[in-house]
């Protein structure tokens, strides 16, 4: 059971295409919208594992605040200006297309954010730090740059961006805080670290995993019934995300460490796509909803494939960082 317990983090470059598989297939057969409703403990889930052993001192630290002006300025004017021109050019017959992926690009950051910024070894208290600004500030910018870029105001409730913060972020944090100080009751630090901690890695991959599936299983219908706009939605997608890989990729390695510049590429490619197709369903309709849902598969097909090459090129893992 340990054994298969580990399977998915040893194998993460498979294990995620499979599962985005698995979940069209499933999606096709079964109506599986029903889970949806426990997305959310599956993030909380994905989050509390990575968050055990945190020292919460680190998110009143100043270290590493530099990444915060510097992912505003890539989510709220590099990439809407990405999305601006890829809709102009690529989407103009397809308006409510368009909708869709300025919705995808005005949302940074999710649970996701701050998990693979943990896996990747990256400075956590900074994903999170990135994860409660981001959703702050595109709630509040969204509604005006959606009047701008598509002529229509789209209301975000902010209530209710703070609630899944307080749900996706600090309530894991808590938990983690108090499995942390049980922990300690029973096991010297050393124990924890050696022998205690790498067992909740697994976890958060098999929550991120499960709520992969979910989300495609549960769009899979919407997406074979809208074949002939997949191929332009890939297109504009692919353009998009290697456009935000490249630039947050090139200012991290420029201006910032290993584990900040993990953080900031996280915290800026990553976006918040279970709120956008939300709000892209009701407010626009199928194909909005449509283009963030193959948004979703490529930005977790990708981000896994980054991750890898990325510590094996840009972002080495020196012995310094290791210590």
């Known amino acids: 059971m340990k054994t298969f317990y580990h399977l998915p983090q040893k194998y993460l470059l498979i294990s995620v295409p499979l599962t985005l598989l698995l979940g069209f297939i499933v999606g096709t057969l079964v109506d599986t919208s ?60 397809y308006p409510i297309m368009f909708a869709g992926l300025a919705l995808a690009a005005l949302l940074p950051t999710s649970g996701m954010t701050i998990s693979w910024t943990a896996l990747q070894k990256g400075n956590v208290p900074a994903s999170i730090k990135l994860t409660v600004f981001g959703l702050i500030i595109g709630s509040i910018l969204t509604p005006w740059y959606l009047l701008a870029m598509i002529g229509q105001y789209v209301d975000i409730d902010i209530l209710l961006t703070l609630r899944t913060i307080a749900l996706v972020v600090f309530l894991p944090m808590f938990l983690g805080q108090v499995t942390f100080k049980w922990l300690l009751k029973k096991y010297t ?90 709000l892209a369903a009701t407010a626009f309709g199928a194909e909005a909803a449509l283009i963030v849902t193959i948004a979703f598969v490529i930005q977790q097909q990708s981000i896994a494939y980054y991750g890898k090459f990325a510590n094996k090129y840009w972002f080495k893992e020196t012995q310094k960082n290791k210590n």
């Not at 590493?64 to 989407?91: E, H, R, W």
């Not at 958060?204 to 997406?223: D, P, R």
């Not at 456009?243 to 947050?248: A, F, T």
């Open 34 to 93: 029903f889970l949806r409703e426990t997305i959310l403990i599956a993030t909380i889930i994905m989050i509390y594992a990575t968050l055990v052993g945190f020292k919460l001192k680190e998110l009143t630290s100043l270290k590493g605040s530099k990444i915060i002006g510097y992912s505003v300025f890539i989510n709220f004017l590099v990439i809407p200006i990405i999305a601006y021109l890829l809709g102009t050019v690529f989407l103009s017959e």
């Open 189 to 278: 630090w050393e124990q924890f670290q050696k022998k205690i901690k790498p067992n909740f890695s697994p976890l958060s991959i098999w929550a991120m995993l499960y709520v992969v599936f979910v989300s495609i299983s549960s769009q899979a219908s919407m997406i074979v019934s809208n074949l002939q706009l997949i191929a332009i939605a890939i297109v504009v997608l692919l353009i998009f995300y290697t456009l935000n890989y490249i630039i947050s990729t090139t200012i991290a390695v420029k201006f910032l460490n290993r584990a900040d510049g993990i953080a900031l590429v996280n915290g800026t490619v990553l976006r918040n796509l279970s709120i956008a197709i939300g």
